[in-house]
């Protein structure tokens, strides 16, 4: 195994830490030596900094995974000694378990039980997809006579990931898993918001013994580092989680170079209250669903459908718990914490006044904390009512903690609304009646329904994806590992 003697990843240099590249199996810097600074969303202080990477490190870290994936002892291994490394990493996290998810926290400013959350789920991945490696198999096909023929699942080569900032440790595990677990070697490029904890595994990758190369993490800006990558034509395959217009930018390079690529993208994604809905279990996870992460997750229960009967009744519970919510820092572990930037907190705020000028009422709001520093990024959660349902406020990702409410009239409406728009993530659906559990969870256009439940971040081993706007292609659970990996079909005749 390649590594520098110091293998320390989290150089401390006064307050501030600078961390580097993990690329062939060494930590080194950006060849231009630039570098971005890493400011914790709860006080926007500088508290590290990452490479700011160029075309020429995105070409050494691809070229070392090709190396990797052509020569290296990875291509050699069998699929079971590739889930054991898998399953050390998984241990190793657990090891490093409050070191990573407190710098999670800090790095995006989601409240720490958050970045405990984060970090079981990736040890979680990580032992799932150990666990998987060599169950995924191909098939022998019944063929001419003479013949046998089988099919075998093939790793594509190099995958390139482009992580996002809201869940970097989930989002990482779920990708590097699987596409390990198939034999593929990776290059990572985190969000330049939130890069930190990539590193750290990219690192402890190396510690489980994942050959140099298997698993390079080049930090950089989108428009830099990111598009480098996409369009590198040594990359097989891109796996991209991130808002739809970025993803429209990987699709465009990917295309020019022929290549597969999986997109999670954003959501718009209902919860249907009807009026047997079990309202002590469903409300208290309808709020949890908007302001879980600052609302900064793709499959946020955005939109809130409420049957008429009820609708004043959950209107007025659900502005009692709104009003109660207070954004703190990350550190206070409150109910929510900062936005991750300034940017986000601006564009959020723009979208909510937005929605009021196009006729939205708010219903109720919560509060930011009297002792959340200056610096921060926070926004007030907020609850729309007497939304219209196609209105921008319920057509567009916020990505904030902003719930757009409105009411309907029966099955046929509620299944008309909750799909009424281009995205098709997640759905929550709320009733007592079985039947139409049934009838309404198989009519909804989603990657995940959730009946009397929501939640997409639980569940390492339910497929995940969209519909529409909200992406193609399946990460987590099985279904992952088709994605990546080609079937191949091998056919011998009996001479
Ligand atoms: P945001 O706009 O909130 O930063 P993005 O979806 O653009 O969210 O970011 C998700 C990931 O995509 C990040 O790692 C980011 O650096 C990367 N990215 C952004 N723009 C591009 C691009 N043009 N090409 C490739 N990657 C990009």
């Given at each position: 195994m390649l590594k520098t003697p110091d293998t320390t990843l989290l150089r401390t240099v006064g307050e501030e830490r600078a961390a580097l590249n993990v690329i062939g199996g060494r930590m080194v810097g950006a060849q231009s030596g630039a570098r971005i600074e890493v400011a914790c969303p709860s006080d926007g202080k500088?508290?590290?900094?990452?490479?700011?990477?160029?075309?020429?490190?995105?070409?050494?870290?691809?070229?070392?995974?090709?190396?990797?994936?052509?020569?290296?002892?990875?291509?050699?291994?069998?699929a079971a000694e590739r889930g054991r490394i898998l399953s050390r990493l998984s241990a190793l996290v657990e090891v490093h378990a409050d070191e990573l998810a407190a710098l999670e926290s800090r790095d995006t400013g989601k409240p720490a039980r958050q970045g405990v959350a984060d970090v079981t789920a990736a040890i979680r991945y990580y032992e799932y997809y150990g666990g998987a490696a060599d169950k995924a198999h191909g098939d022998q096909i019944p063929f001419l006579d003479g013949y046998t023929a089988f099919t075998s699942r093939e790793p594509h080569g190099v995958v390139a990931g482009i992580i996002p900032w809201n869940y970097p440790l989930q989002i990482l595990a779920r990708v590097a898993g699987a596409a390990l677990a198939m034999g593929n070697t990776l290059v990572i490029k985190p969000a330049e918001d939130a890069s930190l904890t990539s590193l750290r595994i990219a690192d402890?990758?190396?510690?489980?013994?994942?050959?140099?190369?298997?698993?390079?993490?080049?930090?950089?800006?989108?428009?830099?580092?990111?598009?480098?990558?996409?369009?590198?034509?040594?990359?097989?395959?891109?796996?991209?989680?991130?808002?739809?217009?970025?993803?429209?930018?990987?699709?465009?390079?990917?295309?020019?170079n022929n290549r597969g690529v999986t997109m999670e993208l954003g959501g718009k994604s209902p919860q249907i209250l009807f009026a047997?809905?079990?309202?002590?279990?469903?409300?208290?996870?309808?709020?949890?669903a908007i302001i879980q992460n600052g609302?900064?997750?793709?499959?946020?229960?955005?939109?809130?459908?409420?049957?008429?009967?009820?609708?004043?009744?959950?209107?007025?519970?659900?502005?009692?718990?709104?009003?109660?919510?207070?954004?703190?820092?990350?550190?206070?572990?409150?109910?929510?914490?900062?936005?991750?930037?300034?940017?986000?907190?601006?564009?959020?705020a723009a979208m909510i006044e937005a929605a009021e000028k196009d006729g939205a009422e708010i219903v109720?709001?919560?509060?930011?904390?009297?002792?959340?520093?200056?610096?921060?990024?926070?926004?007030?959660?907020?609850?729309?009512?007497?939304?219209?349902?196609?209105?921008?406020?319920?057509?567009?990702?916020?990505?904030?903690?902003?719930?757009?409410?409105?009411?309907?009239?029966?099955?046929?409406?509620?299944?008309?609304?909750?799909?009424?728009?281009?995205?098709?993530?997640?759905?929550?659906?709320?009733?007592?009646?079985?039947?139409?559990?049934?009838?309404?969870?198989?009519?909804?256009?989603?990657g995940q329904v959730y009946v009397n439940a929501y939640g997409a971040g639980g569940g390492v081993e339910l497929p995940f994806g969209g519909f529409g706007r909200s992406g193609h292609g399946r990460e987590k659970g099985f279904e992952a590992l088709y994605d990546m990996s080609a079937t191949k079909t091998t056919v011998f005749r009996h001479i």
């Open positions: 500088v508290f590290a900094s990452v490479p700011q990477s160029g075309e020429v490190d995105v070409d050494a870290a691809v070229r070392s995974a090709r190396q990797a994936f052509e020569t290296g002892p990875w291509s050699r291994m069998t402890l990758a190396l510690e489980a013994g994942c050959p140099a190369g298997v698993f390079n993490v080049v930090t950089g800006y989108g428009g830099e580092a990111g598009a480098a990558l996409s369009a590198h034509p040594g990359v097989d395959y891109v796996t991209f989680t991130g808002s739809t217009g970025t993803g429209t930018a990987i699709q465009q390079a990917a295309a020019l047997d809905a079990d309202l002590d279990a469903a409300l208290p996870v309808v709020v949890n609302g900064q997750t793709c499959s946020a229960g955005s939109r809130l459908l409420v049957e008429k009967p009820i609708h004043d009744e959950v209107m007025a519970a659900l502005a009692r718990s709104f009003s109660a919510l207070v954004a703190e820092p990350h550190h206070a572990d409150g109910d929510l914490g900062p936005l991750i930037n300034a940017r986000q907190a601006e564009r959020v109720a709001q919560g509060s930011v904390a009297d002792d959340a520093p200056e610096g921060g990024h926070y926004r007030a959660p907020v609850l729309f009512g007497g939304v219209d349902p196609l209105s921008q406020l319920a057509q567009e990702e916020v990505f904030g903690p902003v719930l757009a409410a409105f009411s309907f009239e029966g099955e046929e409406e509620a299944v008309r609304l909750a799909n009424g728009t281009q995205y098709g993530l997640v759905a929550g659906v709320w009733t007592r009646d079985g039947g139409r559990q049934h009838r309404v969870a198989r009519r909804i256009r989603a």
